[in-house]
């Protein structure tokens, strides 16, 4: 599960997905994403009064399509919690993105049959 920037505009709030498929292109690899729905506006967000600590109230519901991101739209990784059947709190885990980062090109994949 990964917080992404929509349409790669890194000025845009990031949102949350989780990768369905993961494909190379020609160039790079880019991602299938589900994006996951913004939360009911009548629920406030508990964690909003804190800014600077990385949670955030989401639905659990997911997009009906699937949506393609390059691998650089992808901010960080994301921790969930589902607290009701209908909300999530969504902690952002940005370090674990930096590692990925950082050692991407001694990453190595392998295909498993």
């Known amino acids: 599960m990964v917080m992404f920037h929509p349409g790669g505009d890194i000025h845009a709030a990031v949102v949350p997905g989780s990768i369905e498929y ?3 292109t020609e ?18 967000d508990p964690f909003a009064r ?11 519901h997911q997009a009906a399509e699937l949506e393609l991101i390059d691998v650089d739209w992808v901010m960080c990784q994301f921790a969930m919690y589902e607290i009701t059947g209908e909300s999530a709190v969504m902690l952002m885990l940005p370090r674990v993105s930096a590692i990925v980062r950082d050692f991407a090109s001694v990453l190595t994949f392998t295909r498993i049959d």
């Open 22 to 24: 993961i494909f190379k």
């Open 27 to 44: 160039n790079n690899f880019r991602f299938a994403v589900r994006r996951f729905q913004g939360r009911n506006t009548t629920t406030s």
């Open 50 to 60: 804190w800014p600077h600590f990385p949670a955030r109230l989401w639905s659990t």
